[in-house]
């Protein structure tokens, strides 16, 4: 069976929610499932470098008009001979030589013939949440780092915002969920070793909850645009959150799905809590959208 020579050409990060293509190649995976690889889809897969987001819910139509869900959609990569899936994929993405695609995984006992015309259809509702959910978290970042600014003895990287990027500095896990997403933030020796005064955040978190829920309330007003800037449309091609807020147009990479406007939600809300563990204290913002 012929393997991809390109990267998949994604439709996803411009809301595309339908979408055909042509199937490149199929496999049959160990557990008896078949992977799908075409040539263009709007099925946002999960990656194994970033899982934030999941996979889209989404069915594929074969030629003969059968509806047949995606069990399953994820990062995959050849080098012409050999298909690897996920955490398996042994190079980055870009290597020469390498060709990153979509996976869709059907179900056991699914025939597709390689040159097929296939039509994809995404759960619009799901993908909706999960869009909302995502915005959100990046929001919810901008406006902890923002709170979290005075924190700092030493200077760091920038966040999108210019202030001191508490996020990526201090998460362990991000997870996007509809309408809200979870991050788990560590402060440690290692983050005090870069600078950052864990009292800022521990001291009073009800003060930082609220700061970071005003910031968010008058952002979500303003109902500021949000796009997905792209340098291709192939999956491995750059692109960019942008959303247009108030104090500024913020920007920072992303693969994922996300709203047009903040205008579509009402509100976008965080609770933080915190549990000591050994050496450490672990900190949780839990966010959520009213729709």
Not at 45 to 51: L, N, R
Not at 128 to 137: K, L, M, N, R, V
Not at 147 to 166: I, S
Not at 176 to 186: A, N, P, T
Request: aromatic share 6%; net charge negative; charged share 20%.
């Amino acid at each position: 069976m012929t393997m991809p020579t390109a990267d998949t050409a994604v439709t996803y990060p411009a809301g595309a929610l339908t979408g055909a293509g042509t199937v490149l190649h199929t496999e049959t995976l160990p557990d008896g499932r078949l992977a799908v690889l075409v040539d263009a889809t709007p099925v946002h897969p999960v990656d194994a470098g970033w899982p934030d987001q999941g996979p889209d819910r989404a069915t594929l139509t074969t030629p003969e008009g059968t509806e047949v869900p995606v069990a399953d959609c994820i990062v995959g990569a050849t080098d012409g001979s050999t298909l690897f899936l996920g955490r398996d994929i042994p190079v980055r993405k870009g290597t020469e030589g390498w060709a990153f695609t979509v996976v869709h995984i059907l179900p056991a006992g699914t025939v597709l013939a390689e040159g097929a015309e296939v039509r994809f259809r995404v759960d619009e509702g799901y993908r909706a949440g999960i869009s909302a959910g995502h915005t959100a978290c990046h929001l919810a970042s901008l406006a902890l780092n923002r709170q979290l600014a005075h924190g700092w003895k030493k200077d760091v990287q920038p966040d999108a915002a210019g202030n001191p990027n508490f996020d990526a500095l201090a998460v362990e896990t991000t997870a996007i969920r509809e309408f809200g997403s979870r991050d788990v933030y560590r402060l440690g020796k290692s983050l005090r070793r870069k600078g950052f005064q864990s009292e800022a955040l521990l001291a009073d978190m009800a003060a930082v909850e609220a700061g970071v829920n005003a910031a968010l309330a008058a952002w979500t007003a303003s109902g500021a645009k949000v796009r997905i800037d792209r340098e291709s449309e192939l999956l491995t091609g750059m692109r960019r959150w942008v959303c247009e807020l108030p104090d500024g147009t913020v920007s920072m990479p992303c693969g994922g799905t996300h709203l047009s406007s903040l205008a579509d939600i009402s509100g976008i809300t965080v609770r933080l809590t915190s549990e000591t563990l050994d050496c450490a204290v672990e900190v949780v913002m839990n966010t959520y959208v009213s729709a």
